[in-house]
């Protein structure tokens, strides 16, 4: 079974940092693009970063400058690591992977179960 697990989430005050991390485990054959989606109350889940496999990597307009997405494929994780954290940040941060688990599957998009960033003002 395919799991993605993140961990790091927490309460920070504003302009704090918070580093999250997501493991990606079990039958792997490729991971692809990987990436962070936050979903605040009431609002519709948004893209925060998203890096590939060769390292390339893309933010949400809101984030950039302030977060910085980087992985390690030997292990299997992706981070993100949050600088100047502001109030609007606060939402529950989710792990995204495009993985396959054998070499004739297509790929198909992995979630985990989210953690919960609090920033305080």
């Known amino acids: 079974q395919v799991q993605l697990v993140e961990s790091g989430g927490g309460l920070v005050q504003g302009g704090g940092s918070l580093r999250l991390s997501c493991a990606a485990s079990?039958?792997?054959?490729?991971?692809?693009?990987m990436g962070w989606y936050r979903q605040a109350p009431g609002q519709q889940r948004e893209l925060v970063a998203g890096i590939t496999f060769g390292g390339s990597t893309n933010y949400a307009d809101s984030v950039k400058g302030r977060f910085t997405i980087s992985r390690d494929n030997a292990k299997k994780m992706v981070y993100l690591q949050m600088n100047s954290l502001k109030p609007e940040d606060t939402a529950v941060y989710y792990c995204?992977?495009?993985?396959?688990?054998?070499?004739?599957?297509?790929?198909?998009?992995?979630w985990g179960q989210g953690t919960q960033v609090t920033v305080s003002s």
């Open positions: 079990g039958s792997i054959f490729s991971i692809n693009t």
């Open positions: 995204t992977a495009l993985m396959s688990t054998r070499y004739y599957e297509t790929a198909r998009e992995y």
